[in-house]
């Protein structure tokens, strides 16, 4: 059951789309993600996707994550939105956002999906982008866990457009 209801939230959140202009709301790009998770002590990975401007800087990035270490492994989906405080993509720009995710996390022992727990987080985060040439974009993020999340994860990522 637990597998089903992951496929069906990542197809979802990361189902192939049409790019579309820069403008507004709608599928940018997508690109993987990588860092280090701090109680639990974990190496992290991940994807996530751009999906546009929610509003004026407002833009919608979720992402999933697989960590492992501390005798855990911690599937995260998240929804997450980010206010971008500069729009020249060729300076180093800070940004602020937050979001809300679906946590599980099993033992080594058991794995991922068998006798695992499932929990609702809160987090807010804070970063630096900068557009490359191309448009693909490289960033470096710290996240702060609010509830049933991770306390701090530090990631760095890659978006490809």
Known sequence: MK????????????APLTA????GFGFRGWGPRLGLTMDPDQIHFGVHADFGNLGSGIRFQPNFELGFGDDLTLGALNAEAAYRFNENWESWSP??????GLNIVGSDDDGLLDNSDTDVGASVLGGVERGLSGGDRFFGE????????????????????
């Not at 597998?3 to 990361?14: E, G, M, P, Y």
């Not at 940004?95 to 809300?100: N, T």
């Open 20 to 23: 579309t202009a820069q403008s």
């Open 3 to 14: 597998r089903s209801v992951i496929a069906i939230a990542a197809l979802a959140v990361f």
């Open 142 to 161: 710290v996240k702060l866990g609010l509830a049933d999340s991770p306390d701090v994860k530090f990631t760095v990522g890659w978006t490809f457009y």
């Open 95 to 100: 940004y602020l956002g937050g979001g809300v």
